[in-house]
Each structure stands twice: as structure tokens, then as C-alpha cells.
T-cell receptor, first 112, second 116 residues
């Protein structure tokens, strides 16, 4: 019940295209869903996060869509750029639980 | 703030040796996490502390692994004896609160451990 399943494992998108990464969870007690971005040789960094009281959150070119009934959430990167090439992790946690469960990661390559 | 500082950045050691990884969290953060990242298993939570007290060490793989946080500004992860299967990137992360706020976790740059 603590798993977060992420897909696809890897993704190749042309510059200017839309990148979409999906995650699914089982534990209905999760109430915080962040996405992290990791560049080679660096630690993951928080990109954007959402709580289940809203269905969508947008920050610049990055949007999280959240479907509470389906227990799924996704990251959309609009107008993808080569600089977006990185590994993206979704995660889920319960407020005050103190720890997050991470997905397996998606390696995104944006071709110029 | 310089962020979460980990040392060393790279460590190569022989099987059977003791390895100590170090972490300095962001000042004021009250949670500290140790993660291990491998291609096969992704990001695994090993242990986390709240106010220097270990809260959950269920992810520590074996008794060979131990972690301490003697004060709010320093933590260590020790492997004794080390084995080749311990080769991975070890990340330390800290947060203000349990990491569910607007800033989430702040990760260090990691220590790449190679056990030969």
C-alpha cells in the first residue's frame, strides 16, 4: 500500500513538445504529492507539489494534474526544452508522517 | 545557506572496510533523511530523524548499517563492514517539518560509494 508506481521509465520528446509522466498510488491516506527533478551528479530538487483538494496546479511550464478517484497524478511539461532533460520522480506522503514514498523515476530526454 | 552538505563526494573502498558518510543539514531544519539510490532499486529511504532522534530505521538493510545524529547540524551513516552490493549513491536530505510544506525536502549532492 505504500507503493507509488511511475511510468514511463524513459521518455524522449522533441523540443517544443509536451512531456507527460504518470504516477499511481494505493494509500488513500496520502495527502501530499510532490515532483522532484534530478540532474546528473545532483540530488533531487523539489519542482512542484499538489494536495488532493485541487485537481490541477500550474507553475510556469509545469503542471500537475490530480485525479483523486483514480488515485493518479501526472506531470505535464509544456514546450519542453533540452534543459528539461533530467530524471523526474513523483512522490507521495502523509502530512506529519515524516517520510515520502518515491516512484522509480522517469528519464526525460528532450531532443533539440 | 549553502544547502545540505555531504562529504565525501566520492568514496572508493575495499570490501570489509568501514565507511563513514557525513551530512550537514540546513540550519533550522528539524528532519533529516538518508536515502540510497541505485539503478535497480531507485531511491530507498534508509532512516530518518526528527529533532536528532531516529524515528524510522526500517529501511536500513542490515546491521552493518548504522546512523547517528549527535546534534542538529551533523549526521553520519556508517557501513561496517562494507560489501560490493553497498555500492550506490547515498543522499542526505533535510526539511523543516516532515517535508510536506512548500519547500519539500532539500537534498545534498550525494556521496557516490564504490566498494571493490
Amino acid at each position: 500500500q505504500q507503493q507509488v508506481k511511475q511510468s514511463p521509465q524513459s521518455l524522449i520528446v522533441q523540443k517544443g513538445g509536451i512531456s507527460i509522466i504518470n504516477c499511481a498510488y494505493e494509500n488513500t491516506a496520502f495527502d501530499y504529492f510532490p515532483w522532484y527533478q534530478q540532474f546528473p551528479g545532483k540530488g533531487p530538487a523539489l519542482l512542484i507539489a499538489i494536495r488532493p483538494d485541487v485537481s490541477e496546479k500550474k507553475e510556469g511550464r509545469f503542471t500537475i494534474s490530480f485525479n483523486k478517484s483514480a488515485k493518479q497524478f501526472s506531470l505535464h511539461i509544456m514546450d519542453s526544452q533540452p534543459g528539461d532533460s533530467a530524471t523526474y520522480f513523483c512522490a507521495a506522503s502523509q502530512t506529519y508522517a515524516g517520510k515520502s514514498t518515491f516512484g522509480d523515476g522517469t528519464t526525460l530526454t528532450v531532443k533539440p | 545557506d549553502a544547502g545540505v552538505i555531504q562529504s565525501p563526494r566520492h568514496e572508493v573502498t575495499e570490501m570489509g572496510q568501514e565507511v563513514t558518510l557525513r551530512c550537514k543539514p540546513i540550519s533550522g531544519h528539524d528532519y533529516l533523511f538518508w536515502y540510497r539510490q541505485t539503478m535497480m532499486r531507485g531511491l530507498e529511504l534508509l532512516i530518518y530523524f526528527n529533532n536528532n532522534v531516529p524515528i524510522d530505521d526500517s529501511g536500513m538493510p542490515e546491521d552493518r548499517f548504522s546512523a547517528k545524529m549527535p546534534n542538529a547540524s551533523f549526521s553520519t551513516l556508517k557501513i561496517q563492514p562494507s560489501e560490493p552490493r553497498d555500492s550506490a549513491v547515498y543522499f542526505c536530505a533535510s526539511s523543516f517539518g516532515p517535508g510536506t510544506g512548500s519547500n519539500g525536502y532539500t537534498f545534498g549532492s550525494g556521496t557516490r560509494l564504490t566498494v571493490v
